[in-house]
C-alpha cells in the first residue's frame, strides 16, 4: 500500500503563484513515478506533470510548460507542484498519483494509488 496526502491549495488571483505538495508514505513500490493531475468542474482528469522518486524524467503537459514545476525531496518522500502565472483556467481539484516503476507518464489509467485531492481557485 501506499498513502498519499497532497496540501498548499487555496484560492489566488490571475497572475499569481501556488506550491503543492505530495507527501508519499507506504512500501509498495521502492522506486516508482509520481503524477500530478486535475480535473476541473465538467472536465476529465489531467495529467499535468510527472516525475521519478529519484527525481528524474520530468515530463510536462503543453497546458502548463513553462508555468509549472514538479520537483522531489526524496528524503522526505515529498513531491511539489510550483505554479505560476496561474489563470482562471487553472482552477481544478489537484491529484498526486504514483505507480511503481520509473517509467514516467501522464496516462491516469497507469496510476494505482491516489491522494484526496487539494482544491486550487483562481479569480480573474
Known amino acids: 500500500q501506499m498513502q498519499l496526502v497532497e496540501s498548499g491549495g487555496g484560492s489566488v488571483q490571475a497572475g499569481g503563484s501556488l506550491r503543492l505538495s505530495c507527501v508519499v508514505s507506504g512500501n509498495a513500490y521502492t522506486r516508482y513515478s509520481m503524477a500530478w493531475f486535475r480535473q476541473a468542474p465538467g472536465k476529465e482528469r489531467e495529467g499535468i506533470a510527472g516525475i521519478t522518486s529519484l527525481g528524474g524524467g520530468t515530463t510536462y503537459a503543453f497546458s502548463v510548460r513553462g508555468r509549472f514545476t514538479i520537483s522531489q525531496d526524496g528524503p522526505k518522500n515529498t513531491f511539489y507542484l510550483q505554479m505560476n502565472n496561474l489563470t482562471p483556467e487553472d482552477t481544478a481539484r489537484y491529484y498526486c498519483?504514483?505507480?511503481?516503476?520509473?517509467?514516467?507518464?501522464?496516462?491516469?489509467?497507469?496510476?494505482?494509488?491516489w491522494g484526496q485531492g487539494t482544491q486550487v481557485t483562481v479569480s480573474s
Open positions: 498519483a504514483v505507480r511503481g516503476g520509473l517509467d514516467v507518464t501522464l496516462y491516469q489509467s497507469l496510476y494505482r494509488y
